[in-house]
């Protein structure tokens, strides 16, 4: 199985802060990768997929970057509502597996 | 709209059985995979099974040979048949639609369900 990890587990941030959190796979996965963010007790939201593409009405603050076994997710100027848990995940090979999450928590 | 609800979820005893459903709508529910991802309290998300379009199934391999994915276009419906279930199948089971991009090989997870509580338990 593919691991995922990514860093850092926890994040603290103020408004308007720019953000990035990485994600790094055990091994190539090409561009197999998608971002989720999950508010609590909510289902997961797709915020990127193919590693950089921005998922339909999703806001422009978020990118996603990154190819092979790094990438990273960007949040050009944090809102409130983004304080939530992002997830990676790799689609190149079953099991889909997933980072095992971001907490981003207000300074 | 698209839309995805689970149901079936419950208190289950270890090794007994549980069978949960999906049902779809807003989207033709043929032309898309559709996936089982699981959460336990406060924990990350797992990937645990998928169909295919074609019927091709794919487990993870913790639960191969103990749950069965299944689909029936007719009804809009995807279940996930749990058998011999252990207290570390306690989570929120989600379903999530599969989409790939234009060119077949990208696939994401675009809209899930609510979830499903399950909890394996005596």
């Known amino acids: 199985d593919i691991q995922m990890t990514q860093s850092p587990s926890s994040l603290s941030a103020s408004v308007g802060d720019r953000v990035t959190i990485t994600c790094r796979a055990s091994q190539s996965i090409s561009s197999y990768l998608n971002w989720y963010q999950q508010k609590p007790g909510k289902a997961p939201n797709l915020l990127i997929y193919a590693a950089y593409t921005l998922q339909s009405g999703v806001p422009s603050r978020f990118s996603g970057s990154g190819s092979g076994t790094d990438f990273a997710l960007t949040i050009s100027s944090l809102q409130p509502e983004d304080f939530a848990v992002y997830y990676c995940q790799q689609s190149y090979s079953t099991p889909y597996t997933f980072g095992q999450g971001t907490k981003l928590e207000i300074k | 709209e698209v839309q995805l609800v689970e149901s079936g979820g419950g208190l289950v005893q270890p090794g007994g059985s549980l069978r949960l459903s999906c049902t779809a709508s807003g989207f033709t529910f043929s032309n898309y995979d559709i996936h089982w991802v699981r959460q336990a309290t406060g924990k990350g998300l797992e990937w645990v099974s998928s169909?295919?379009?074609?019927?091709?199934?794919y487990y993870r391999g913790s639960v191969r040979g103990r749950f069965t994915i299944s689909r029936e276009s007719a009804w809009n419906s995807l279940y996930l048949q749990m058998d011999s279930l252990r207290a570390g199948d306690t989570a929120v089971y989600y379903c999530?639609?599969?989409?790939?991009?234009?060119?077949?090989?990208?696939?994401?997870?675009?809209?899930w369900g609510q979830g499903s509580l399950v909890t394996v338990s005596s």
């Open positions: 999530a639609r599969g989409s790939r991009v234009a060119s077949g090989d990208y696939v994401y997870f675009d809209y």
């Open positions: 169909i295919d379009t074609d019927g091709d199934t």
